[in-house]
T-cell receptor, first 110, second 114 residues
Framework: DAKTTQPPSMDCAEGRAANLPCNHS???????VYWYRQIHSQGPQYIIH???NNETNEMASLIITEDRKSSTLILPHATLRDTAVYYC???????????FGQGTELSVKP | KAGVTQTPRYLIKTRGQQVTLSCSPI?????VSWYQQTPGQGLQFLFE???????NKGNFPGRFSGRQFSNSRSEMNVSTLELGDSALYLC?????????????FGSGTQLSVL
């Protein structure tokens, strides 16, 4: 499984877009990019995943670069409830285990 | 639809004891995986079960074991507890682990070893 690199922490003003970067330069052609988040003392929550096309759902947008070596998770209008640790994970298309890195601790401030 | 249920929510044990944690997946989900979360090591994969068979195993000692029942419920057992086993143990379920189905996590069992 490819390794991911994320900044350890980021701040965002409430109501503004939060853009969380992730580097996965060793990603293979059959590996997907997943994003999960974990709010303190709860289990991780799925946000979004994609292979090579940009994806959008009710929670966020995922932008994957053309060479697939990096991606950005976008929370369009961050709220205080979006304060959490965000994990970028690369996962083989056969599914299975998730390899979590240290993630990015996002603090949304009023 | 009920989410992933883990019991108990909190547990206190002493060194040398053993412990069994339980996980009930979302109805219809046939795969259960377990993760350990500690402040120092973060989230680490323990093992994964699908249709009562262990499909994948992480890099943990043999004191950590698990099983899955015919109703997809799963248990994990830790024998001869050590102080370093204090952690949040998370269970996740999915319909089929061989596809890109997303995992749904429970709230975890917080184990403290004294």
């Amino acid at each position: 499984d490819a390794k991911t690199t994320q900044p350890p922490s980021m701040d965002c003003a409430e109501g503004r877009a939060a853009n969380l970067p992730c580097n996965h330069s060793t990603i293979s052609g059959n590996e997907y990019v997943y994003w999960y988040r974990q709010i303190h003392s709860q289990g991780p929550q799925y946000i979004i995943h994609g292979l090579k096309n940009n994806e959008t759902n009710e929670m966020a947008s995922l932008i994957i670069t053309e060479d697939r070596k990096s991606s950005t998770l976008i929370l369009p209008h961050a709220t205080l409830r979006d304060t959490a640790v965000y994990y970028c994970i690369v996962r083989a298309n056969q599914g299975g285990k998730l390899i979590f890195g240290q993630g990015t601790e996002l603090s949304v401030k009023p | 639809k009920a989410g992933v249920t883990q019991t108990p929510r909190y547990l206190i044990k002493t060194r040398g004891q053993q412990v069994t944690l339980s996980c009930s997946p979302i109805s219809g989900h046939r795969s259960v995986s377990w993760y350990q979360q500690t402040p120092g090591q973060g989230l680490q994969f323990l093992f994964e079960y699908f249709s009562e068979t262990q499909r994948n195993k992480g890099n943990f000692p043999g004191r950590f074991s698990g099983r899955q029942f015919s109703n997809s419920r799963s248990e994990m057992n830790v024998s001869t507890l050590e102080l370093g086993d204090s952690a949040l143990y998370l269970c996740a379920s999915s319909i089929d682990p061989t596809t890109n189905e997303k995992l749904f996590f429970g709230s975890g069992t917080q184990l403290s070893v004294l």
